[in-house]
């Protein structure tokens, strides 16, 4: 089937005064003076970069590149979703913007069980899926606080393409193909995702979104108001009470983006600087820092089986504590013990070399009944990174959740809501879609925020960023970004070397080590003989990094496993 969409977008691209590029934009960005962006779409990190080069700063390139991403990797996140973005600004400060969504208050913590038991479906697809959505409200945060161009500019850019289309890559075509059957019960989704694609949507097929397209415009004229307090939340609370759901327009206007202190960590005289609770990864990326950092990783290398078991053995214990410790901190309490560097050194002292251990549970950080995060300190999803040469570095990670969130369009908006109440913990020890399990600390309570495992990280030496990353995933998020770090700091790699290198993920339920089949035979063999229950994957995760070349410039760099592209100037 001849598929001209790409030509047609260039094309269109040209007349309406979208740059878009002529020759694809490369996985990894050369070194570059004045700033870079990574993205899993060119189109996305062209926005970005067009937000750079129109004068704007890292904060504002973040924000085009998710604006687009709602339009071209809409699958993943949108307006319709949560993200957190970690902040490290001109001035030095650094900071954390928690745009995770919320429960509507209408939620219980049994709201998904049906004759005792959790239904899936419930919590995954439609009305009840949808928490109350925070991207909108941190991007706009950061651009009034600490961006330089409009955020109407932005919007109307991103308007643009969702106007004339773009030609689908080829993961949006399979998401689609994949979700066709949930998509058609939703009427404005099978219109938009369905009925304007082809039956069998492949890559480079066109896709149009006018009504976005009318949305982001609304955004633009009318202000945020116009999708917390406005027609949008009006809209959604009616399509709402008509399909059985809980979210109200109250919820909307109650909606805050909440501002929290980094978890911050060292690890071999780096510094980390990650996202807190409500997410699970800055902790535990901490955590396992802490527990390898007793271990010669260097001396393994990063293909061996002893490194594969080494951090295996380290990830099974940090997510057996997630599934304990870990919530809303706003609701729950989670023990800033974990971190400490005293708890993983009696852990790591059960990590056998020789043969992979059964770990029964969370352990007990110290001080765990005293000392806790606070709100004054804080292949789904998308992650993208920017930076400028005023020293301004983002590392922002987006989401609805499951391929198309809750598949739930609001009607006439052709915006996608999310389905983060599947974070939560319907039951306790009840596993959610990712296969992760929970308890108390992560019951769903109305306005509480899901525990999520996004990790956007910046990485500090002497003060100075040298590297922001972070990957889409699930819990493999977390995986993904250690890799990346300990492939950074233990092995020297570059950002492209870091993402490029074979990856494994462990956490803890099930008792499977995923493993990437490019660590070979012989070490995927090692590993099964120290009593590994090993799942080869062909493929793990998504993640996008900008970092700095020898020459001090930055680079940037998409997950060579994905379409992505990252560029700079
Ligand atoms: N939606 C995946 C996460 O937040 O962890």
Redesign the pocket.
């Known amino acids: 089937m001849k598929r001209p969409a790409l030509t047609l977008f260039l094309l269109l691209g040209t007349i309406f005064g979208l740059r878009a590029t002529t020759s694809p934009i490369p996985r990894e960005s050369p070194s570059a003076q004045r700033g870079s962006v990574a993205t899993v779409n060119p189109i996305a990190t062209q926005a970005g970069l067009d937000a750079l080069r129109a004068g704007g700063n890292a904060v504002d390139a973040a924000i085009a590149c998710a604006l687009t991403l709602g339009v071209v990797d809409g699958h993943n996140s949108g307006i319709g979703g949560g993200c957190f973005m970690t902040l490290r600004l001109a001035d030095g400060r650094l900071l954390t913007l928690d745009g995770r969504e919320t429960a509507p208050t209408g939620a219980t913590r049994d709201m998904f069980l049906r004759e005792g038991k959790a239904d899936s479906k419930l919590s995954q697809d439609g009305a009840l899926a949808v928490g109350i959505p925070g991207e909108l409200a941190t991007l706009a945060y950061a651009s009034t606080n600490f961006g330089r161009l409009p955020l109407a500019q932005l919007l109307e850019a991103a308007a643009k393409v969702a106007e004339i289309g773009f030609p689908i890559d080829s993961h949006y075509a399979s998401r689609v193909r994949a979700t066709r059957n949930e998509l058609a019960a939703f009427p404005d989704a099978r219109t938009i995702f369905l009925r304007a694609l082809p039956t069998v949507p492949a890559k480079g097929d066109l896709l149009k979104q006018p009504d976005l397209a009318k949305s982001y415009r609304a955004l633009a004229t009318q202000g945020v108001d116009w999708f917390y307090r406005g027609d949008f939340a009006r809209r959604t609370a009616v399509w709402m009470q008509a399909n059985g759901g809980l979210v109200t327009a109250a919820d909307f206007a109650r909606y805050e983006v909440v501002p929290r202190e980094p978890v911050r960590g060292t690890y071999r005289g780096y510094e980390l600087v990650s996202f807190p609770p409500p ?1 699970s990864g800055g902790v535990h990326i901490v955590e396992i820092l802490n527990l390898l950092e007793g271990f010669d990783l260097r001396a393994m290398g990063d293909t061996s089986a002893d490194f594969v078991h080494t951090v295996a053995e380290a990830m099974k214990l940090a997510f057996a504590d997630r599934a304990k410790w870990l919530g809303d901190p706003d609701f729950t309490k989670v023990p800033t013990g974990l971190i400490s560097k005293s708890y993983a050194a009696g852990l790591a002292k059960g990590i056998r070399p020789d043969r992979a251990t059964t770990v029964a549970g969370a352990g007990t950080p110290p001080f765990a009944d005293a000392d806790f995060f606070r709100r004054e300190q804080s292949r ?2 998308t992650h993208f990174s920017t930076a400028d040469a005023e020293g301004n570095w983002v590392a922002c990670t987006a ?1 609805l ?2 391929s198309f969130g809750s598949k739930v369009v609001v009607p006439g908006t052709g915006i996608l809501l999310n389905n ?1 109440m599947d ?1 939560f913990s319907a039951q306790p020890g009840v596993p959610n879609y ?1 296969g992760l399990v929970g308890a108390k600390a992560n019951a769903i309570a109305a306005g509480k925020r ?5 990790s956007p990280t910046l990485v500090l030496k002497d003060g100075k960023p040298i590297l922001s990353v972070g990957a889409a995933g ?2 493999t ?1 977390i995986s993904q970004t250690l890799l990346a770090i300990l492939r950074t700091v233990d092995f020297g790699k570059s950002p492209r070397e870091a993402l490029a290198g074979a990856r494994l993920h462990h956490q803890w339920k099930p008792d499977e080590l995923h493993v990437e089949a490019a660590f070979g035979d012989a070490v995927i063999a090692e590993l099964r003989k120290r009593g590994h229950q090993v799942v080869i994957e062909k493929s793990l995760g998504a993640a996008q990094a900008v970092g700095l070349a020898p020459d001090g410039g930055f680079v940037g760099t998409a997950d060579p496993r994905n379409e992505g592209s990252a560029a700079g100037f």
Do not use: E
């Open positions: 997410s789904h999803t989401s959740n499951t983060h974070d990712f899901p525990l999520s495992s996004m699930g819990p998020i």
